[in-house]
């Protein structure tokens, strides 16, 4: 019998998004890390001139994304992975809360994910009826885990794992006899020291896992570096006996991109001029919103990478969201993460620079009249 799935945690920010839609100067949305720059004119360019569709897409990609993934490794992240060691999927989400049951995970098996989390690591272990372990610490990963998820950089606290840990984690895996996976989605910004200078190491890093992916995956998305939420446009890459496993289970499933889609993709990953210009987009609105929160006496914690602040001033985190509504700003409550972080909010550099400008004044006129 399966364990009942919890209720999906924002609805319970109703309430509060509809204090801050009473505000005079409107709500400002920090909650949901949704693109709002435009996608590249390259890409929709690529959409564009593949919309003759008529045929079935094919699950493992076109031979021409499959090599522009791989090349794309090889360049911005310094991993060598074949192209037959690589998988489009339909968005991330859709890949990590279904990675259980396309591995044949189920009851009596243990799925391990970060102490502060997405919650959809969680989800896909209740969907296959595993346990649900939350721990940061290897040497505390059961013995019955079959999956493991790696978050570097974090969501939502922006943290990196460096080689040695990222190492310490195949470790430990492989000693379990467990596939681990890194969700790697935020890769491509990394804002302090030494990420800011440094590429931010990925799972099949060589300095990781030499030269063998056994049991090892890497996930990645283009949602957030080229503003393609829309398209669900990511992939997977590592062991290519575990690429062949999901391929033949998703060949099955019916779990497909869409044409259009993989020429955009190919597009969006041979294309690094806009990657660049996005950086430099959120690393402006980092640069406004936090020192604002950090005049209204909140400590930054982590977000030394990624599209989110980490914040907390140690009160619970639904009195800080309800504070945050009053101004008329939407944030997220920690405790969506897990219930390691009930005192911390997260707010998403992913807004429109008037409104992360309007959300620093608003927070900062609120930190004067309370002085």
Not at 119 to 140: F, I, N, Q, T
Request: with cysteine; aromatic share 8%; proline share 7%.
């Amino acid at each position: 019998m399966r364990q009942p799935l919890p209720d999906y945690p924002w609805d319970a920010m109703e309430p509060y998004a509809a204090t801050a839609a009473q505000h005079p100067e409107g709500a400002l949305n920090l909650s949901v890390g949704s693109p709002v720059d435009p996608t590249p004119a390259s890409v929709r360019d690529a959409l564009t001139a593949a919309t003759d569709a008529h045929a079935y897409p094919a699950t493992a990609g076109t031979g021409e994304l499959r090599a522009a993934i791989s090349e794309w490794f090889a360049r911005r992240r310094g991993v060598s992975v074949e192209p037959s060691g690589v998988l489009p999927t339909v968005g991330s989400k859709e890949l990590v809360a279904l990675l259980p049951f396309l591995l044949g995970i189920g009851a009596g098996e243990a799925v391990v994910f970060p102490r502060i989390a997405y919650p959809s690591y969680a989800m896909g272990a209740a969907l296959v009826g595993a346990d649900a372990v939350a721990s940061d610490v290897p040497a505390e990963w059961p013995e019955h885990t079959k999956l493991v998820w790696i978050n570097s950089p974090g969501n939502p606290d922006g943290r990196v794992l460096d080689v040695a840990a990222l190492r310490a984690a195949v470790t430990r895996a492989r000693e379990l006899g467990a596939v681990i996976a890194g969700d790697e989605c935020y890769a491509e910004f990394g804002w302090d020291a030494p990420w800011d200078a440094e590429r931010i190491p990925s799972i099949l890093d060589p300095r990781v896992v030499g030269d063998d992916h056994t049991d090892v995956l890497s996930v990645y998305s283009l949602s957030k570096q080229s503003n393609l939420a829309g398209y669900r446009a990511a992939f997977i890459a590592g062991d290519p006996d575990l690429i062949s496993r999901l391929l033949t289970v998703r060949k099955h499933a019916g779990l497909m991109l869409p044409a259009p889609v993989q020429a955009a993709m190919t597009a969006a990953l041979r294309d690094e001029e806009h990657v660049a210009a996005q950086r430099e987009r959120y690393r402006a609105r980092r640069a406004v919103l936090r020192p604002a929160l950090e005049a209204a006496g909140f400590r930054i914690e982590g977000s030394e990478a990624g599209l989110y602040l980490w914040a907390t001033r140690g009160e619970d985190a639904w009195d800080a969201v309800a504070e945050f509504a009053a101004l008329g700003i939407v944030v997220g409550p920690g405790h969506f993460y897990g219930s390691h972080s009930p005192q911390h909010v997260r707010l998403a550099l992913t807004a429109s620079d008037a409104d992360i400008s309007a959300a620093a004044n608003r927070i900062r006129a609120a930190a004067t009249r309370a002085a």
